[in-house]
């Protein structure tokens, strides 16, 4: 017995974020590469907490402390939580 028995087999659409609902997450999405790694920490800490990536306890509170090599790596998560939210995946 798992915890998924007497689940129906079709799945509900994912959830999509839309301009109007999410419109930091839709810029996120956008950004390319190139953009992450030129943004300062302060723009990468605001854009993290903006994606609303689920971070565990006191790491998603204690963004500031992180030095530049996480927090660009944490931003290249939000991207891409970001980019599978969207309707059309931007690259």
């Known amino acids: 017995m798992?915890?998924?028995d007497g689940i129906d087999e079709e799945m509900p659409p994912a959830a999509t974020i839309?301009?109007?609902d999410?419109?930091?997450?839709l810029w996120i999405?956008?950004?390319?590469?190139?953009?992450?790694?030129q943004m300062?920490?302060?723009?990468?800490?605001?854009?993290?907490?903006d994606s609303q990536l689920p971070l565990d306890?006191?790491?998603?509170q204690d963004l500031g402390y992180y030095g530049r090599e996480t927090l660009e790596r944490l931003m290249f998560?939000?991207?891409?939580?970001?980019r599978h939210q969207c309707p059309k995946k931007p690259r």
Not at 22 to 25: C, F, G, L, M, S
Not at 40 to 49: K, M, P, V, Y
Not at 77 to 82: H, K, N, P, V
């Open 2 to 4: 798992t915890p998924y």
């Open 29 to 37: 999405a956008e950004l390319s590469s190139q953009d992450i790694t």
């Open 77 to 82: 998560l939000a991207r891409e939580m970001c």
């Open 40 to 49: 300062s920490d302060r723009e990468l800490t605001w854009a993290i907490r």
């Open 57 to 60: 306890g006191h790491v998603g």
């Open 18 to 20: 839309t301009e109007i």
């Open 22 to 25: 999410h419109p930091e997450k």
